[in-house]
């Protein structure tokens, strides 16, 4: 489960699934064994550049394991896809 920590429309986007709900903690063992568990926390950040923007991602992660773990799921090119087509879309409007 996923919950919005910070929300400034237009400049920052700020959430963890380290939450359950009624804001109770996560455990590492919630989505099944221990080993499977991904916990983080993303933030998104935009501000203005020239006659552009400038799109920052940040993710935080409880441990070095997690982190490790994350980039062997292509976290790095699945952003970077993801990216491209927000550019490409914003071509387009």
């Known amino acids: 489960m996923g ?3 910070e929300i400034i429309p237009h400049k ?3 959430w963890t699934n380290v939450l359950q ?3 109770r903690p996560a455990s590492p063992a919630q989505g099944g064994k221990e080993s499977d568990a ?3 926390t993303g933030v998104i950040s935009i501000e203005a550049n020239g006659t552009g923007s400038q799109y920052t991602v940040l993710i935080m992660h ?3 394991h997690d982190r ?3 980039e062997a ?3 790095h090119e699945g952003w970077g896809a993801a990216l491209d087509q927000l550019v490409a879309y914003m071509k387009t409007t």
């Open 3 to 5: 919950c919005y920590l």
């Open 62 to 64: 409880g441990t070095e």
């Open 38 to 40: 991904l916990l983080f």
């Open 12 to 14: 920052k986007l700020v």
């Open 21 to 23: 709900a009624g804001y």
């Open 68 to 70: 490790k773990k994350h």
């Open 73 to 75: 799921m292509a976290f």
